[in-house]
């Protein structure tokens, strides 16, 4: 029996991909499926499927994905996830997810970074629909006994002797008992936006505290400095509101007032992908231009000139949220945006089979590091979570016995050391953010760093969100170069003798952070 933690897209995915080997998994989630960020999901996922007459191929995708990561994935592990894709991408359609489609071929989309339109999508809500796919697919598994779905579980400590994980705790949230599962895990419990509460597009219940608890345990992070900025996102109450990539992809445009007329920036400083380059690249050009003389300080997002038919196909779900949140229609008017933090390329260290440096312990999905370097391209994330789940699930041996235990009820310390108090959360999130911001210099993230070490956590929770924290500002120190997400203003350009994994490890309580190579690229699979 496989444990496996977490029931968004790679928790789903390893489920199934076990499960179809005939090799039984318990799903463990701190909410239901229904409610796991991935439901969030927009724009679409990437797949060369060369439905658009643009003689796509994955050996493209391959290119622009490590092109768009600053050439710091491994490249063998983006071979496989960009020729696996198609695959994926029917499968996800033989599930049932309604991807739009002409003449009964599948439509795809331009998103950021690619030069060819490989975005597959179901309107503005691809995450719900592949989301609903995985679930039902689950479902018929749950009814042959090979998953076994343990939602209102958080993961309170992973069990590791020797370096070998033999298995977790959770705790049964609503009947407050406390159970074991076995060996082998999969964690597949997302980013890091716990760090960030109120400054984040993802779910604040994706805490941090499943790879804060596998850090403690042992298990290396990779590449932590890298947190991408999407470039348009909206603060309201409570978070940021993503206005998905998919908005330019079907001919959004940005612009600054310069002089009293908008000027279409990206379009000028950047010809050849104009509003579509890299997130990394668009958002920090937004913040540039706001200093150009005669600018104002604010960007805004044209949707102004899309057709009719495209906001009823393509883009609906998009116009109503901006509506019902903004109270603006994108037909009638530009919205403001600004960048805000999005993604995670950082995360557990896994090997191109998704192992991570414990035994016994995978991870899959946004919280492993893998794919997608230095900058994600949209419409990846989606396709690495499905792929990853079901690489940790080839790569977990048929013959693993297990059993799930319940122990009694937690203890009022357990319990207790469980809690983050928000007045924490928001203390921790100013220290890290007031330095470590899109530009970052080693005054501003010492200066972080400090004011970091001056909080006091009363709790083991608070402890390990500060230990991640620490973890993140000292990869960011480490890495003298500007590469993709991280850009160092005192070290302005790329340098390729950073062209390594960053790896973060603790012993005794220390942090150590070094560097790894990046594998060479063997022949194609
Ligand atoms: C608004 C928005 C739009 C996006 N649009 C796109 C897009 O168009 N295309 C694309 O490719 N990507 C997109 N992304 C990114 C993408 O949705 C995510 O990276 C991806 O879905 C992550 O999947 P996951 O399975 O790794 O994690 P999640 O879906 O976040 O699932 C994490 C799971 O872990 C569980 N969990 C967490 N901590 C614990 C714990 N301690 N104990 C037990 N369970 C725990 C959660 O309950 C959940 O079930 C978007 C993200 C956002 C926020």
């Not at 108090?421 to 005054?443: I, K, Y």
Request: include cysteine.
């Amino acid at each position: 029996m496989v444990t496996i933690i977490g029931a968004g897209l790679a928790g789903l995915s390893a489920a199934i991909s076990l499960a179809e080997r005939g090799i039984p998994s318990n799903l463990v989630s701190q909410q239901p499926s229904e409610r796991a960020q991935s439901v969030l999901a927009e724009g679409g996922i990437n797949a060369a499927l060369d439905t658009m007459g643009e003689g796509d191929s994955w050996q493209e995708h391959f290119a622009d994905t490590m092109r768009g990561g600053c050439d710091l994935a491994d490249p063998n592990a983006v071979a496989g996830l960009t020729s696996h894709a198609p695959e994926i991408a029917r499968w996800l359609a033989a599930l049932g997810v309604p991807f739009a489609r002409e003449d009964g071929r599948m439509v795809q989309r331009s998103f950021g970074g690619q030069k060819k339109k490989r975005t597959a999508y179901a309107k503005s809500s691809t995450g719900k629909a592949l989301m609903t796919a995985l679930i039902d697919e689950a479902r018929k598994y749950e009814a042959a006994g090979l998953i076994h779905r343990l939602p209102h579980h958080e993961l309170i400590d992973l069990t590791v002797e020797n370096g070998v994980c033999c298995g977790a705790r959770l705790w049964d949230t609503y009947a407050d008992t406390v159970l074991r599962c076995g060996a082998p895990v999969v964690l597949a419990c997302g980013g890091l936006n716990g760090l960030f509460p109120g400054m984040t597009t993802g779910t604040v219940h994706n805490t941090g505290g499943a790879a804060a608890l596998a850090f403690a345990r042992g298990a290396a992070l990779a590449n932590l400095e890298m947190i991408q900025y999407h470039p348009t996102t909206v603060q309201i109450s409570g978070k940021r509101m993503l206005v998905s990539e998919a908005s330019r992809g079907e001919g959004g445009r940005l612009c600054v007032m310069r002089n009293g007329k908008p000027w279409y920036f990206m379009e000028e400083l950047y010809p050849e992908l104009g509003n579509l380059m890299p997130r990394d690249v668009v958002s920090r050009a937004m913040v540039r231009v706001c200093d150009v003389s005669g600018c104002e300080k604010q960007v805004y997002l044209d949707m102004t000139g899309l057709d009719a038919a495209i906001w009823r196909g393509r883009l609906p779900d998009l116009r109503a949220e901006l509506i019902h949140y903004l109270a603006l229609d994108p037909k009638k008017t530009p919205i403001p945006v600004s960048p805000g933090i999005h993604f995670f390329m950082g995360g557990l260290y896994v090997d191109e089979r998704h192992r991570t440096t414990v035994s016994e312990l995978y991870a899959a999905g946004e919280c492993a590091c893998q794919y997608h370097g230095a900058n994600r391209l949209g419409g990846n994330s989606m396709l690495a979570a499905i792929y990853g789940g079901k690489i940790a699930a080839r790569n977990i041996r048929a013959d693993v016995a297990g059993s799930v235990e319940k122990l009694g009820r937690l203890s009022d310390e357990e319990r207790e050391n469980l809690t983050v108090s928000p007045r924490f959360s928001l203390s921790l999130r100013d220290a890290l953010l007031s330095d470590l911001g899109m530009v970052r210099s080693e005054a501003d993230l010492k200066r972080s760093l400090s004011a970091v070490d001056a909080l006091e956590p009363r709790t083991a929770a608070e402890r390990g969100c500060l230990t991640l924290g620490r973890a993140m500002l000292l990869s960011a120190l480490a890495r003298k170069e500007s590469r993709g997400a991280h850009c160092r203003a005192d070290f302005p350009e790329r340098d390729e003798a950073f062209h390594k994994t960053t790896v973060a490890t603790i012993a005794d309580g220390e942090i150590a952070v070094g560097f790894q190579a990046i594998p060479e690229r063997r022949a194609e699979p």
